[in-house]
C-alpha cells in the first residue's frame, strides 16, 4: 500500500495550491479519503473528506470556502484545492485512506505560506 503526496512548495499568502495524492496498493474507489494537515508543535487535524459512494464532501470550518477536495478514482488519485492561503495554512498537508477496519497514511507534503 502506498500513498504519495505532492504538491506542496512555499507560496505567498493569498494564492493556491494543488495538492495530489497517489494510492496503489488497494482498491482506491472502496476507500473514504480525507486530508489532514500538522502544523509546528500542533497536532494532527483533519480538513476534509469525501466519500467513496457518492462523491460527498465534508470540511472543517477553517478552510470551509476556500479549500476544495475532489478525487478521481480512474486514477486513483485525491486532491485538495487551496485557495486564499494564509501564513496559519503552513503545514505538512498528509492523506488519509480509510474503509474500518483498515486506514493508510501517506508521508505528507509540506506548504509553506509566507511573503
Known amino acids: 500500500v502506498q500513498l504519495v503526496e505532492s504538491g506542496g512548495s512555499l507560496v505567498q499568502p493569498g494564492g493556491s495550491l494543488r495538492l495530489s495524492c497517489a494510492a496503489s496498493g488497494f482498491t482506491f474507489s472502496s476507500f473514504d479519503m480525507s486530508w489532514y494537515r500538522q502544523a509546528p508543535g500542533k497536532g494532527r487535524e483533519l480538513l476534509a473528506t469525501?466519500?467513496?459512494?457518492?462523491?460527498?464532501?465534508i470540511y472543517v470550518d477553517s478552510v470551509k470556502g476556500r479549500f476544495t477536495i475532489s478525487r478521481d478514482n480512474a486514477k486513483n488519485t485525491v486532491y485538495l484545492q487551496m485557495n486564499s492561503l494564509k501564513p496559519e495554512d503552513t503545514a505538512v498537508y498528509y492523506c488519509?485512506?480509510?474503509?474500518?477496519?483498515?486506514?493508510?497514511w501517506g508521508k505528507g507534503t509540506l506548504v509553506t505560506v509566507s511573503s
Open positions: 469525501i466519500t467513496s459512494a457518492s462523491g460527498s464532501t
Open positions: 488519509y485512506a480509510w474503509r474500518l477496519p483498515r486506514g493508510y
